[in-house]
């Protein structure tokens, strides 16, 4: 199956912060989504963006297709932005990453 | 618009049961994707269905087994239950053709005692 890994794993930044979260995956694939999963566990969307750009509010993405990686913005972080961000990406089905769990302090 | 709608929301079992979780998928929908969560991990992909057929398998065993129904929705049944079964599961719907990416339920926590 498809390899996708994220980074950092952890984050910490202080209420206010920027920050960028990075996916990388080993295969073509013409799906691609960020999550953010609450403590409660729902995955909520956040971006469906298998290339270009996006931006909603606070946060946007980027994916560079060709080159395999995906990222995603957050500005002026708050502590409710805190949580696991989850990358997925695939064709008919989905890969997930690791994740990377940011806690913002205010 | 109703979103994914999971049921329930949670369940505690006995290593050697069996279990039935459930899935409505959203509006619209008609492709039913099941996953499973272990904890500090990220989803790990069990199947898809559409059109009542498994479409798609990922590595997991015999005792995870499906159905989807006329009307979209869908369970996940596992048999002899483990230990190691403990973990959330998520439904996800989209459609089969098309763009839009995934819609996740919040999750059926299962919990093997």
């Known amino acids: 199956g498809i390899q996708v890994e994220q980074s950092p794993p952890d984050l910490i930044l202080q209420e206010g912060a920027n920050s960028t979260l990075r996916c990388n995956f080993s295969d073509s694939v013409n799906n691609l989504q960020w999550f953010h999963q609450n403590p409660w566990g729902q995955l909520i969307n956040l971006f469906y963006?298998?290339?270009g750009t996006k931006q909603n509010g606070r946060l946007s993405a980027t994916t560079v297709a060709t080159e395999r990686y995906s990222l995603l913005y957050i500005s002026s972080s708050q502590t409710t932005d805190s949580g696991v961000y989850f990358c997925?990406?695939?064709?008919?089905?989905?890969?997930f990453g690791s994740g990377t769990k940011l806690n913002v302090k205010p | 618009d109703a979103g994914v709608t999971q049921s329930p929301t949670h369940l505690i079992k006995t290593r050697g049961q069996q279990v039935t979780l459930r899935c409505s998928p959203k509006?619209?929908?008609?492709?039913v994707s099941w996953y499973q969560q272990a904890l500090g991990q990220g989803p790990q992909f069990i199947f898809q269905y559409y059109e009542e057929e498994e479409r798609q398998r990922g590595n997991f065993p015999d005792r995870f087994s499906g159905h989807q129904f006329p009307n979209y929705s869908s369970e996940l049944n596992v048999n002899a239950l483990l230990l190691g079964d403990s973990a959330l599961y998520l439904c996800a719907s989209s459609r089969w053709t098309g763009s839009g990416g995934y819609t996740f339920g919040s999750g059926t926590r299962l919990t093997v005692v």
């Open positions: 509006s619209g929908h008609d492709t």
């Open positions: 963006i298998p290339s």
């Open positions: 997925a990406v695939g064709t008919d089905k989905f890969y």
